[in-house]
């Protein structure tokens, strides 16, 4: 037999793993899949930090967004609700909203092991 469909109220979603400058809550966590929300502040940078073994696939809801990443920061992506974005394995970024408004990120990880990790810089791992 087959389990049932879920609802899961934005209520009843769990905090996530720690990022400074933003927070995340955890809708599902199973084997190999994390999913659930970021979101970050008007003005506000998240530390530096990478996904580990996941790749991270995300849906911007509202506001707007800047991910920085690549040796020395030198590259910079920039888009807002309605966009999707993938971050691949193991690649250390960190995002900013320089928007008037919260940006509100939908992410799936798709991966083995620990979701997050953070970095002292982008040149780190």
Known sequence: ???DIRII???DLQGGPPTAGMLRNTAVESDGVW???A???PGAMSGWHHHGEHTTYA???SGQIFVEFGPNREKRLEGGAGDFF??????VHREGNNGSEQH???AIRVGTG???FNQDGPDTQ
């Open 1 to 3: 037999m087959s389990e």
């Open 9 to 11: 109220p934005t209520a």
């Open 35 to 37: 999913m659930g929300e």
């Open 39 to 41: 979101r970050t502040d």
């Open 59 to 61: 849906y911007m809801i």
């Open 86 to 91: 993938v971050v691949p394995p193991h690649t």
């Open 104 to 106: 509100v990120i939908v």
């Open 114 to 116: 620990q979701t997050v």
